[in-house]
């Protein structure tokens, strides 16, 4: 794995080394730092499980085939556009939500001389996806739908970030809102379809697969995003900041967070009182209160209770599927998130 991890860096060097340039723009030696500056910060510094997974998707379909230099250059290049995609969200969500760190580091907004120029920075981002494509998949037969793929997943992650963001508004802050098919709403769209089904949907155009004919294999990978995000709900409380990488703000930021659905379910009505006058504010007492009320209601047992039924629930509608390949594709992706600590 560390051999697949050096090989999937070299092509993050080689890929920024064409962006860098970019005939279709007249480079300076201020306009070149900056973007390699930008780049840096924000597209290698993950986990780069979504652009791994590309990879280890590939070869799974591949049955054991031992891939050619092209098909790993080709495999990373797709999951570095994941990443980018990535990058690019993440910097417009810091923004958005007023973040103060991102893994382990301060948000890219946030560095020295940078401030809202990092809103154009993202636009950047998500050009050179397209220069990447069009750089190594232009002759591909699966090229527009490689584009359509991506575009699509945009679309879907760009409308979960509305939902989150306009059941948060400022000032209009109404609990009674929160619930727990909305919190599936926001998650599907927000964080499912870029981090689980898009590394599997690249994969499988790339094997030559129809998608078309994989509904059933979204429909698995977009209950296992949703199972990753009760999981992201959970840590971001109950955590060490240390070993996360941030400061969970859920809390603050009056997220529609699994944990406050869940809490308003199980609340008696002096608990639920609580909910209402404290969730939502930054004042550390406040944060603490509803801290306390989680663990009155057991929450961290709630979640290994739910945690345990999707895993049941998802393995079962992996071993449905007829193809042993997609099969194993799935449970790789399975054994990567089920009972994570990050």
């Known amino acids: 794995m560390s051999d ?62 031992e891939l050619t230099d092209d098909e790993i250059f080709l495999t990373s290049a797709l999951g570095w556009c994941i990443e980018w995609l990535q990058a690019y969200f993440l910097v417009l969500d810091d923004i958005m939500d007023g973040s103060h760190t991102r893994r382990g580091q301060p ?41 359509d793929l991506f575009n699509e997943v945009e679309f879907q992650t760009a409308s979960g970030q509305m939902i989150d963001l306009i059941t ?81 703000t859920d809390i603050e930021d009056f997220k529609c967070s699994w944990l406050v659905v869940k809490a308003l379910e199980l609340c008696n009505e002096e608990q639920t009182k609580t909910l209402y006058e404290n969730y939502g504010k930054e004042d550390p007492a406040c944060v603490a209160k509803i801290k306390v009320l989680y663990n009155d209601l057991k929450l961290q047992d709630v979640f290994a209770e739910y945690e345990s039924k999707s895993y049941e629930k998802i393995v079962k509608s992996i071993e449905g ?9 799935l449970k790789s992706f399975l054994a990567k998130i089920y009972k994570r600590q990050k």
């Open 168 to 248: 948060t508004l400022v000032g209009e802050k109404d609990l009674s809102k929160y619930s727990l098919p909305l919190h599936r709403r926001i998650v599907e769209y927000k964080t499912a379809y870029y981090s689980f089904y898009l590394p599997v949907a690249c994969a499988l155009l790339m094997a030559g697969e129809d998608l078309e004919k994989h509904v059933g294999v979204k429909d698995i990978l977009v209950d296992m995003g949703i199972y990753f995000q009760v999981q992201d709900d959970y840590l971001d409380c109950f955590a060490d900041p240390k070993v996360l990488g941030k400061i969970g």
């Open 321 to 329: 599927h007829p193809s042993a390949a997609v099969q194993a594709v």
């Open 107 to 147: 948000c890219w907004f946030r560095q020295p001389k940078v401030g809202l120029i990092a809103a154009n920075d993202a636009i950047i981002l998500r050009n050179h996806i397209a220069r990447i494509l069009k750089n190594h998949f232009k002759g591909k037969p699966y090229y527009v739908d490689l584009l």
């Open 4 to 65: 697949l991890k050096a090989k999937f860096l070299e092509v993050y060097s080689t890929l920024k080394s064409e962006l860098l340039n970019d005939p279709a723009f007249e480079w300076t030696d201020d306009s070149r730092q900056w973007v390699e500056r930008m780049l840096d910060y924000n597209v290698p510094g993950g986990k780069l499980n979504r652009g791994l997974s590309v990879i280890d998707s590939y070869k799974l379909l591949k049955e054991g085939e």
